[in-house]
């Protein structure tokens, strides 16, 4: 599948936590790694959409400094990659999970969930090529990475 455009210098993850709003207090998903809240960014532009931010959890036992690096070398894959079957990075932001120091990523908010949520909800009304177009997108996305 092709590129949506090249990674560069310019594509770098911006700090956007001026510019979220949460929706609700607490996360309203999260799974082994981390917690996901459904917040708003609001652009400069005065347009309002949806994003996930999602903290990581870590081992009480890690220190920050250990944590960060961690972070920082998901975020460094993450911002380069640029594929339609992958959701893209859109920076980053503070004040969430149990590390609120801690950066967290924001990524477009996708209202059908994960794959996994998705196929569990709709599983009976799927058709075979639906199916097969699932396969073949993730099959892409896998390829790319």
């Known amino acids: 599948m092709e590129n949506r455009r090249d990674p560069g210098a310019e594509d770098l993850p911006d700090d956007l936590t001026p510019f979220i709003t949460r929706t609700t207090q607490d996360h309203i998903s999260g799974g082994a790694f981390g917690d996901v809240w459904k917040c708003n960014y609001n652009a400069n532009s005065g347009i309002s959409t ?15 400094e250990r944590i960060n690096r961690k972070i920082s070398r998901e975020i460094g894959i993450l911002k380069i990659l640029r594929h339609d079957n992958i959701v893209p990075l859109l920076g980053t932001a503070t004040g969430f999970g149990r590390m609120p120091e801690s950066r967290c990523l924001v990524t477009p908010w996708i209202p059908n969930g994960t794959l996994i949520a998705y196929l569990a909800s709709n599983h ?22």
């Open 50 to 64: 949806f994003v996930a931010v999602k903290s990581f959890r870590f081992p009480q036992s890690y220190d920050l």
């Open 124 to 145: 009976d009304d799927l058709t075979m090529l639906d199916r097969s177009r699932m396969v073949k997108d993730v099959s892409a996305g896998l390829c790319y990475c």
